[in-house]
């Protein structure tokens, strides 16, 4: 991959539930029929209010009129309005990990590309189904982006605890999860424990395993060598106007504020840095799947609850005693 250049295909569709089935019977056979002449390629689905459109990627230096050939077929097989967008850059996270981040997550789309038409094609429309997946993918994503998941699992801790300060009442939404985690903690324990051991013993995930293993390296030697930036969590700014109040209003992240040898080390430190930037990555392919933002954060609260009761741990006694071991 030379460079962040795309051509790129839009496909717009009537309502969200079109969406999986355009991507299964759609552009699955499409990348199937085309595959040995298809340069390195993607999809993502939208995110914005409509959340009614997939978006089809394929680098630049595909021959363009084997391309020109396989708009045609994605046009005479999908249901949805079918445009092409021109020859585009590809940008997600440079406002965060500046322009190399798009790079590397354009390249993790592609490597995951079989990964996601997977779970999409397993799951059949059934949402239950998806978020079982997610969660698989979710527990060896902690478990390889931090080493262990007794590091990675604070990551998941971190975001559904600044979730909670969005609502009114933080305490109510909370229980509800705390609740569900409850009824179903004997799958999660047998879950975690099970992937934990060898993926499950599914090639699906063992694959996916190499491949963060694989990012995990390079993202470090990356941040390592000043290639990648982040936006450190001190200055204000990691995303809008608003966002950082929960810093006051969470137990958890009042507890990282004041421990500045925690603050510099996720911040600064690159083997930190590389999983920070693959559990976002983690969470975008969690949305190419269909994964919804607050069932997302529910499954984080599973996973960090599991953990600390698998591996008797407390996620504010870990961040306590970093400054005392540095």
Same mark, same amino acid.
């Given at each position: 991959?030379?460079?962040?250049?795309?051509?790129?295909?839009?496909?717009? !569709?009537?309502?969200?539930?079109?969406?999986?089935?355009?991507? $299964?019977?759609?552009?699955?056979?499409?990348?199937?029929?085309?595959?040995?002449?298809?340069?390195?390629?993607?999809?993502?689905?939208?995110?914005?209010?409509?959340?009614?459109?997939?978006?089809?990627?394929?680098?630049?230096?595909?021959?363009?009129?084997? *391309?020109?050939?396989?708009?045609?077929?994605?046009?005479? $097989?999908?249901? &949805? #309005?079918?445009?092409?967008?021109?020859?585009?850059?590809?940008?997600?996270?440079?406002?965060?990990?500046?322009?190399?981040?798009?790079?590397? !997550?354009?390249?993790?789309?592609?490597?995951?590309?079989?990964?996601?038409?997977?779970?999409?094609?397993?799951?059949?429309?059934?949402?239950?189904?998806?978020?079982?997946?997610?969660?698989?993918?979710?527990?060896?994503?902690?478990? $390889?982006?931090?080493?262990?998941?007794?590091?990675?699992? !604070?990551?998941?801790?971190?975001?559904?605890?600044?979730?909670?300060?969005?609502?009114?009442?933080?305490?109510?939404?909370?229980?509800?999860?705390?609740?569900?985690?409850?009824?179903?903690?004997?799958? =999660?324990?047998? +879950?975690?424990?099970? =992937?934990?051991?060898?993926?499950?013993?599914?090639?699906?995930?063992? #694959?996916?395993?190499?491949?963060?293993?694989? *990012?995990?390296?390079?993202?470090?030697?990356?941040?390592?060598?000043?290639?990648?930036?982040?936006?450190?969590?001190?200055?204000?700014?990691?995303?809008?106007?608003?966002?950082?109040?929960? =810093? +006051?209003?969470?137990?958890?992240?009042?507890?990282?504020?004041?421990?500045?040898?925690?603050?510099?080390?996720?911040?600064?430190?690159?083997?930190?840095?590389?999983?920070?930037?693959?559990?976002?990555?983690?969470?975008?392919?969690?949305?190419?799947?269909?994964?919804?933002?607050? /069932?997302?954060?529910?499954?984080?609260?599973?996973?960090?609850?599991?953990?600390?009761?698998?591996? /008797?741990?407390?996620?504010?006694?870990?961040?306590?005693?970093?400054?005392?071991? &540095?």
């Amino acid at each position: 991959m030379i460079e962040n250049a795309w051509y790129k295909i839009v496909v717009t !569709l009537e309502d969200e539930a079109q969406v999986d089935d355009v991507i $299964c019977r759609g552009l699955r056979p499409v990348v199937a029929a085309h595959g040995r002449q298809l340069s390195e390629h993607f999809f993502t689905r939208s995110y914005d209010g409509s959340r009614n459109t997939v978006e089809f990627y394929i680098h630049a230096d595909a021959d363009e009129a084997h *391309f020109k050939q396989m708009y045609a077929h994605l046009d005479s $097989c999908s249901k &949805g #309005q079918v445009r092409y967008a021109g020859v585009s850059q590809f940008n997600e996270t440079e406002p965060f990990f500046g322009r190399m981040g798009d790079l590397y !997550l354009a390249r993790y789309y592609c490597q995951t590309n079989d990964l996601a038409f997977r779970v999409l094609e397993k799951a059949n429309g059934e949402y239950p189904k998806k978020l079982d997946a997610a969660l698989d993918m979710m527990i060896i994503s902690a478990d $390889c982006a931090y080493d262990t998941i007794q590091r990675g699992y !604070l990551s998941y801790c971190s975001h559904v605890n600044g979730f909670f300060t969005r609502w009114k009442d933080p305490q109510k939404i909370e229980k509800t999860f705390s609740e569900k985690y409850k009824k179903i903690s004997p799958y =999660l324990h047998a +879950k975690v424990t099970r =992937l934990l051991k060898n993926d499950g013993g599914d090639e699906a995930y063992i #694959q996916y395993r190499h491949v963060l293993l694989s *990012f995990k390296e390079s993202l470090t030697e990356a941040f390592r060598q000043g290639q990648l930036t982040v936006t450190n969590i001190e200055s204000g700014d990691e995303t809008s106007q608003g966002y950082r109040d929960f =810093l +006051k209003r969470s137990p958890f992240h009042r507890e990282i504020v004041n421990n500045d040898a925690f603050l510099h080390y996720m911040n600064h430190d690159p083997t930190f840095l590389s999983g920070r930037l693959l559990t976002i990555f983690t969470y975008l392919l969690l949305r190419r799947v269909g994964i919804k933002h607050k /069932d997302r954060y529910a499954l984080c609260y599973y996973i960090y609850r599991t953990v600390e009761e698998l591996f /008797d741990l407390n996620s504010l006694d870990l961040i306590k005693s970093f400054a005392e071991k &540095g």
